[in-house]
Every structure is written in C-alpha cells, then in structure tokens.
C-alpha cells in the first residue's frame, strides 16, 4: 500500500483536512509523551515527535499556508545531513515528515 493510499484511509471518508491534522496531531502527542517518560534513548523519539506538534495545531486550526509548507519542506530536505547530531537528525526528519504528510494530504484530494 502507497504512502497516499494510507493518508486517506479512513472509516470516514468525510474527514476534512483540519480532522486529519487533529487526528495526527493526538498520535503524535501520545507518543511523544511516552517516549519523554521513558527516558534514555527514547528521548530521540520525543524529539522526533515534539517537532511535528505544532504543525498539525496550526493545520488543525485552519492556518496551513501549503506554498510556505512547500518551502519549508525543501529548506528542511536540505539541511538534513549526516553531519547532525542525533537529536538534530530526529528533529529535521520529523519536520520533514509532517509537512510532507500535511503537503500530500491538502494536495492529493
């Protein structure tokens, strides 16, 4: 199954993209909080997590401008190096990753 495929499976196929950031954004919170209790290696995950919180809150809320998602997602593509430090590489990857989620999501309707 496609990346796409599962971004828009869902029991209700009349999730609006807010839902979905809402959805993403609980996901992301609940595992992030786990990750932060562990402790220990687990904190590479929180700070994989923490990063994506604030993007699906604005998504959530309706503020996601997708040309300037665009152009944080290539800044960020680009800054991502082997040269980072664990926690930076957790971080940028998690950037990444949510507003390429959000981009495909508003795009691919």
């Keep these: 199954m496609k ?23 609980a996901g992301a919170e609940k595992i992030s909080d786990n990750a932060k209790k562990k402790g220990g ?10 990063v994506k919180l604030p993007y699906y809150k604005k998504a959530a809320a309706g503020k996601f401008d997708l040309e300037e998602a665009k152009k944080e997602y290539d800044a ?14 957790q971080r940028e990857v998690g950037r990444l990753e ?8 508003e795009t691919k309707k």
């Design 3 to 25: 990346l796409y495929d599962l971004l828009f499976e869902s029991k209700d196929k009349t999730d609006t993209f807010e839902t979905f950031a809402n959805t993403r954004e």
């Design 41 to 50: 290696l687990a904190l590479l995950t929180w700070h994989h997590f923490k």
């Design 98 to 105: 949510v507003l390429g989620e959000l981009i495909i999501r």
């Design 76 to 89: 960020t593509y680009k800054k991502i190096s082997i040269s980072m430090t664990q926690i930076e590489f």
